[in-house]
């Protein structure tokens, strides 16, 4: 991690690109994209204060960065702590790759050191990829959520997380027990929840892996604190789906066993939500919550294709998501690149626009957290990336031909990636630079 001093009062310079809205699924002029080039991006105090085109005055410590990219730091919904350790993991689907990478990895997180060296890794591989706010599974152990918390309230960053909860199927050493898991988590709750620019995440691993009275446990802390989140997963994998059916046959689907706990609400976030149908939908868009769509890893896991557009128009927010170790990069570009391909072979062509928007302002307001990140509004913490438009001989080259703005931005969505990322700052401070 690097940080530099902070001043009071900052100026950046470059093409400041944010939304002041939700663009169009395929419009590539859209009056919610706002662009100004050459502009400066002032923070006071670790807040944006304004944008301007004229040079400020002396009062400001400014950074010229004319010619690069200036964006809101990237969110990223879905994403695994201890999972770095197994991505580019070879040859099985979900349930057989939990089993044979993800678990073992996950079991030596009950070691409080691997806990805290392993959120430290995490977290600051997160900045070097220009993401800045996530959404987190730690492990089952306590440990590894306090250490991630820890670790994350010392760079200052937007997190939400929270201890897993597995209470079957899965090995001894990952299986936690109804009383004892409630006694952590209200424990964490108190200790994290609110917490600098901490959240709490009632996180159930996915239905199979916890039993009804988990479940159940789950949403009664949900109920009984609206403030927290909830996350989990939901029909990721066909097979899933139907281990699922098994297991809760009174369930009208997968999503139908969290909704019967109470556990759909405006802060649960649910990813992959590939095999949903449109009841699944309608229920979806009444609760609130919203899907966190993991395009890397679905693709690599071979779990199926999102339908992305059924989502818009059902109503329910969509969030981008890296979900790795499934997922095979940090970077969301990388992950939104692969999110346009995989609504291309559904026949659908996502704009930059749409997809930025996914992991900047629209994940933001999915967490109810637009106030706070997700854009240059007057006001929110300068969680703030800036990045090369293009590096190497292909992507400038591409550059240079590219005739209009979307053009320009969808070339750097597809072609970029950590490489490209000059330098990550939250809340105003300077935690990476390359």
């Known amino acids: 991690m690097t940080a530099s001093a902070t001043p009071s009062r900052l100026a950046l310079k470059g093409d400041l690109l944010d939304f002041t809205g939700t663009p169009g699924w395929a419009e590539r002029d859209s009056a919610a994209v706002r662009f100004q080039p050459a502009s400066w991006l002032l923070i006071e105090g670790g807040r944006i204060v304004g944008t301007q085109a004229e040079e400020p005055d002396e009062s400001w410590t400014k950074q010229d960065h004319s010619g690069r990219l200036i964006l809101p730091g990237f969110i990223d919904t879905h994403v695994h702590c201890p999972q770095l350790d197994v991505i580019a993991s070879y040859g099985t689907e979900l349930l057989d790759w939990l089993n044979t990478y993800t678990f073992p990895a996950e079991q030596r997180y009950a070691d409080p050191a691997v806990a805290a060296a392993g959120a430290a890794?995490?977290?600051?591989?997160?900045?070097?990829?220009?993401?800045?706010?996530?959404?987190?599974?730690?492990?089952?152990h306590k440990v590894s959520a306090e250490a991630l918390f820890e670790a994350a309230a010392t760079r200052g960053m937007r997190l939400i997380a929270g201890k897993v909860l597995m209470d079957r199927h899965a090995p001894p050493a990952l299986c936690d027990d109804v009383a004892q898991a409630e006694r952590d988590s209200i424990d964490l709750i108190d200790r994290f929840h609110g917490r600098e620019r901490l959240a709490y995440a009632v996180t159930v691993r996915f239905a199979p892996t916890s039993t009804p009275a988990q479940l159940a446990m789950a949403g009664a802390l949900c109920r009984a604190d609206a403030s927290l989140y909830m996350q989990t997963h939901v029909a990721e994998n066909r097979s899933e789906v139907e281990w699922v059916r098994q297991l809760f046959p009174e369930a009208r689907s997968y999503l139908d066993v969290y909704a019967r706990e109470?556990?759909?609400?405006?802060?649960?976030?649910?990813?992959?939500?590939?095999?949903?149908?449109?009841?699944?939908?309608?229920?979806?868009?009444?609760?609130?919550?919203?899907?966190?769509?993991?395009?890397?890893?679905?693709?690599?896991?071979?779990?199926?294709?999102?339908?992305?557009?059924?989502?818009?128009?059902?109503?329910?927010?969509v969030?981008?998501?890296?979900?790795?170790?499934?997922?095979?990069?940090?970077?969301?570009?990388?992950?939104?690149?692969d999110g346009y391909k995989v609504q291309a072979l559904a026949g659908q062509r996502l704009s930059a626009w749409a997809a930025l928007h996914a992991a900047t302002r629209g994940a933001a307001?999915?967490?109810?957290?637009?106030?706070?990140?997700?854009?240059?509004?007057?006001?929110?913490?300068?969680?703030?990336?800036?990045?090369?438009?293009?590096?190497?001989?292909?992507?400038?080259?591409?550059?240079?031909?590219?005739?209009?703005?979307?053009?320009?931005?969808?070339?750097?969505?597809?072609?970029?990636?950590?490489?490209?990322?000059?330098?990550?700052?939250?809340?105003?401070r300077q935690r990476y630079q390359r």
């Open 121 to 140: 890794r995490f977290l600051d591989a997160l900045l070097a990829h220009g993401t800045t706010s996530a959404v987190v599974f730690p492990t089952v």
């Open 262 to 317: 109470g556990l759909l609400h405006p802060r649960a976030v649910l990813a992959h939500g590939i095999w949903l149908d449109d009841e699944d939908r309608r229920v979806l868009a009444a609760s609130g919550a919203q899907v966190a769509f993991c395009p890397s890893s679905n693709l690599f896991l071979g779990s199926g294709l999102f339908d992305w557009v059924a989502a818009r128009a059902a109503g329910f927010a």
């Open 319 to 337: 969030s981008a998501a890296s979900d790795v170790g499934g997922g095979t990069s940090l970077s969301m570009q990388r992950t939104l690149a």
């Open 365 to 428: 307001e999915g967490l109810g957290l637009q106030q706070e990140i997700g854009h240059f509004g007057v006001g929110t913490l300068a969680d703030v990336c800036i990045w090369d438009w293009a590096q190497g001989p292909v992507a400038e080259a591409r550059f240079q031909v590219a005739r209009e703005l979307h053009e320009k931005v969808f070339a750097w969505m597809t072609l970029s990636d950590e490489r490209n990322l000059v330098a990550s700052y939250v809340a105003g």
